[in-house]
């Protein structure tokens, strides 16, 4: 009876361990798109994706902000100020300054919301290809927005950047997370998965 009881306080205390740690995630790669392509209904419906999946994966109490330039809006100045970490514990960067310079994001630390890796380049399908709008230095990426995010047409597109810092060379936009390439063939999400991705974001906790 004893050992039973230990074995339940045991597993307590696991699950309790995990949760504590989920509670900190303030950084993740959606798991999924809401199904169109680069329009989430501009950057209020693409917050709201990062809200509704965090607090899907039991994350809740935060606030969530896409990682998105839009308009007059740069993605850099809509995250807060970190330190972001990932459904692991592990640290992403500890300021806007960071992440935008020697940051630690990389294939194995872009976790998405549930703490599993997401699909990079050599995978298939290939899921690197994130969507940013932004340039390097996380601002606005012009004519690289899908609209601010209300389109998934032909005629548009949106800066993407490489989770998993692999391209097709070894030049900086090749291995940048924020700003590698457009999307080509428009901001669909066929034409998204046609280069490596899946219409997938970064999204950060501002607290």
Known sequence: MNN??????AIALAGTAVT???????????????????DFGGLEGADAH???LAEAAGVTGKIWRAYLSAGAQNARDRIG?????????ETIADSVDELHGDNNLTKETALNEHGEPVNGR???????DILTGSTP???VAEGMTCEDWTSNAEDTAGMVGHHDRMGLDDTPPSKSWN?????RGGCGIEALRGTGGDGLIYCFATN
């Open 4 to 9: 039973r009881i230990l074995i339940a306080a």
């Open 20 to 38: 504590a740690q989920d509670s900190n995630m303030s950084f993740f790669i959606t798991s999924e798109n809401p199904g169109n392509g680069g």
């Open 50 to 52: 990062c809200a509704s």
């Open 81 to 89: 100020t970190g330190p972001w970490i990932n459904a692991a514990g």
């Open 122 to 128: 050599g995978d298939t399908p290939n899921r690197h």
């Open 137 to 139: 230095e996380g601002t």
């Open 179 to 183: 700003s590698s390439h457009s999307s």
